[in-house]
């Protein structure tokens, strides 16, 4: 694992809302399109895939890929 200075930790939130706020529309034209299950189910899939980023990151990388599946799972999910 690697150390974020703990200042830092809010940032974690901001950055994880900016993703959602950023792909919210999209996923919105593709909810036009798509079943409701289904919107659900790939919400889902990037939870998981970025908890187990963020759980597994020993380097930022892999924490910023964690943090954006975690917002493009909230804009996958909200309002399904």
């Known amino acids: 694992s690697f150390d974020?200075?703990?200042?830092?930790a809010p940032l974690v939130l901001v950055a994880m809302n900016i993703i959602y706020a950023l792909a919210a529309w999209p996923v919105g034209l593709l909810a036009d399109r798509l079943p409701r299950w289904q919107?659900?189910?790939?919400?889902?899939?990037?939870?998981?895939?970025?908890?187990?980023?963020?759980?597994?990151a020993s380097a930022?990388?892999?924490?910023?890929?964690?943090?954006l599946l975690w917002g493009l799972s909230l804009a996958?999910?909200?309002g399904v």
């Open 4 to 8: 974020l200075p703990l200042v830092l």
């Open 39 to 56: 919107l659900l189910a790939l919400g889902i899939a990037a939870l998981i895939a970025g908890a187990l980023c963020l759980a597994l």
């Open 60 to 67: 930022l990388p892999l924490a910023a890929i964690g943090l």
């Open 76 to 78: 996958l999910t909200q």
